[in-house]
């Protein structure tokens, strides 16, 4: 008679890899249907990045002429002073209009840009787990079979997604309006550079992922959207001290400040969703119900 192969550690592993990650697409999958849903959630993620990659470079390519000639001379030349020598070396054979757009366009507010897909990763994650107990879906989505892992890592991915996909749109928009607004003044294509595109690839994630599961953490105790939103605001106050550090002439982004700062954000990255995966307990959540 002959007896059927029993199958061998490995398949069972590679069935149970499979099973986790279709779990982990269902959860993600189910959480974005959600959020487009949520008119709470989609204003913040469409107000913001239409303030700081459409109306602000547009502004300052417009009238950057304008803000040149109704400063002064003296006042440039302060301007000028308070940047980093490096900094000023870049800006040898621009004129007036033209150092001014370039410096705040392609330096002081790229710390800025930082903020659009760290506000959407936290508007998605503060509204995670309090936002679904709002609106009545957490008790069925809790006694779902799966582990506390795939949950929260399923929750995570679903903030962390979008924030990707907004940051690499929004740049896009952000150089195109950039370049268009400003072309009258720089008469060619600035933006993208090096430094950008580091920004927009390596950094740009890292940020969106910073705080992302403290807040997932903090949308899991909190009772309302709004306590969960507040809190997860504050993960923009590094992104401030860049832009005052910038404006200050303390610092300036390059290359090597934006990978060595990724790295960083990557490493911190990574312990919060490991201190995550291990503390994270759906018990607790659904004795608070």
Same mark, same amino acid.
């Given at each position: ?40 959630? !989609? /204003?913040?993620? @469409?107000?913001? *990045?239409?303030?700081?990659? $459409?109306?602000?470079?547009? +502004?300052?390519? &417009?009238? #950057? ?38 410096? !705040? /366009?392609?330096? @002081?507010?790229? *710390?800025?840009?930082?903020? $659009?897909?760290?506000?959407? +990763?936290?508007? &998605?994650? #503060? ?163």
């Amino acid at each position: 008679m002959n007896h059927l192969p029993r199958p061998s550690r490995e398949s069972i592993a590679d069935w149970r890899a499979q099973g986790g990650l279709r779990t982990l697409r269902t959860l993600v999958a189910r959480d974005l249907l959600l959020v487009t849903r949520s008119k709470a959630t !989609m /204003l913040p993620m @469409l107000i913001v *990045p239409l303030i700081f990659v $459409v109306i602000i470079p547009a +502004a300052v390519g &417009i009238f #950057a002429p304008q803000m040149a000639a109704s400063g002064g001379t003296s006042d440039f030349e302060q301007f000028l002073a308070m940047m980093p020598a490096p900094l000023r070396e870049r800006f040898a054979g621009y004129n007036e209009a033209q150092t001014i757009v370039v410096a !705040m /366009l392609q330096y @002081l507010f790229a *710390p800025m840009f930082l903020i $659009v897909p760290m506000m959407v +990763a936290s508007t &998605i994650a #503060a509204g995670s787990f309090v936002g679904e107990k709002e609106r009545k879906t957490l008790e069925a989505l809790l006694y779902t079979p799966t582990t506390d892992a795939q949950l929260f890592v399923g929750k995570l991915l679903a903030s962390w997604i979008p924030a990707i996909v907004v940051g690499l749109g929004g740049f896009v928009i952000y150089a195109v309006v950039a370049d268009a607004s400003a072309w009258h003044v720089m008469g060619q294509i600035f933006i993208p550079n090096a430094m950008w595109v580091a920004l927009v690839l390596w950094l740009a994630p890292a940020a969106s992922g910073l705080g992302l599961g403290a807040i997932i953490l903090i949308s899991s105790k909190v009772s309302t959207f709004q306590d969960a939103y507040q809190l997860g605001a504050l993960v923009v106050l590094p992104v401030l001290l860049l832009v005052l550090g910038q404006i200050a002439g303390v610092l300036y982004l390059n290359v090597l400040a934006v990978m060595l700062t990724g790295l960083v954000l990557w490493l911190i990255d990574v312990a919060i969703v490991w201190y995550g995966i291990r503390s994270f307990r759906r018990s607790e959540i659904i004795a608070r119900l």
